[in-house]
């Protein structure tokens, strides 16, 4: 097992973000995430991530036990994140973007190459815009950059925060074939995403989130065939329906 999150419970002031979530993300799967806006999908993340302290509950990464270690110690571990609404430095070239992702291992010149290359037939565009501001690039290859930066950390598990969000339909599956072929090549991916249906077919397992909660876990195609996800998540129209993010 890669990653267990055991009954964590996260507060933003008085309010309880998450209500004991528990789930695990083993070597090797896609995991996803769904739920409505105030699920819990992006705290979540960002609890795996240290960016959010933890009240209550324990998370373990390949064994370690990693609750209140550093966001920046987690990267080293391999814990990458891409987030939610990208993030990326508007004013930094890709180049520049690309190399904040390799900062924790940046002396290391043979590993950074390496990222680099990956990243760049990944995503090809990358290569031919690397001098161009992050901010003047279209929302796909802003998507890109963020997706990009992450990998170049060389995760083990790379949480991916609504990569679909504000693309294009004709992007949506270009992106998502590009999430199957990192996985591929070996990075566990854990997966919050508002295209519920697009998620549900990548996936191995998922987890419907609601307030604060695990609701259901299951297999993701078992989900796919569950009215009550249908109607909540899916819309009835499972080409390119989408849960609320």
Do not use: C, W
């Not at 609404?85 to 004013?91: E, K, S, T």
């Not at 930094?92 to 940046?106: D, H, I, K, P, T």
């Amino acid at each position: 097992m890669l990653l267990e999150l055991s009954d964590v419970q996260v507060h933003y002031g008085q309010v309880e973000a998450l209500k004991g979530i528990s789930l695990t993300v083993d070597e090797g799967e896609i995991v996803t995430l769904i739920g409505g806006n105030g699920a819990g999908k992006t705290t979540t993340l960002k609890t795996i991530s240290g960016l959010r302290p933890v009240t209550r509950g324990s998370i373990r990464f390949d064994g370690t036990d990693v609750l209140g270690v550093p966001a920046h110690r987690l990267v080293t571990m391999g814990i990458s994140q891409a987030p939610e609404g990208r993030g990326i430095f508007p004013g930094m070239s890709v180049m520049e973007n690309l190399e904040m992702g390799a900062y924790a291992r940046a002396r290391d010149k043979a590993a950074f190459a390496r990222s680099l290359e990956r990243v760049f037939e990944l995503f090809p565009r990358l290569a031919e815009r690397r001098g161009q501001a992050g901010g003047t690039l279209s929302g796909g290859e802003q998507q890109m950059v963020a997706i990009g930066r992450a990998l170049m950390a060389e995760p083990r598990l790379l949480l991916l925060d609504e990569p679909s969000m504000g693309l294009a339909p004709k992007l949506v599956g270009q992106i998502f074939s590009i999430i199957e072929q990192i996985n591929r090549q070996g990075t566990t991916i854990l997966l919050v995403e508002q295209n519920a249906a697009q998620a549900l077919r990548r996936a191995d397992r998922a987890y419907v989130l609601e307030t604060g909660r695990v609701v259901k876990a299951a297999v993701a195609g078992e989900l796919l065939d569950d009215e009550s996800v249908k109607a909540a998540y899916l819309g009835g129209d499972l080409g390119e329906a989408g849960s609320a993010s």
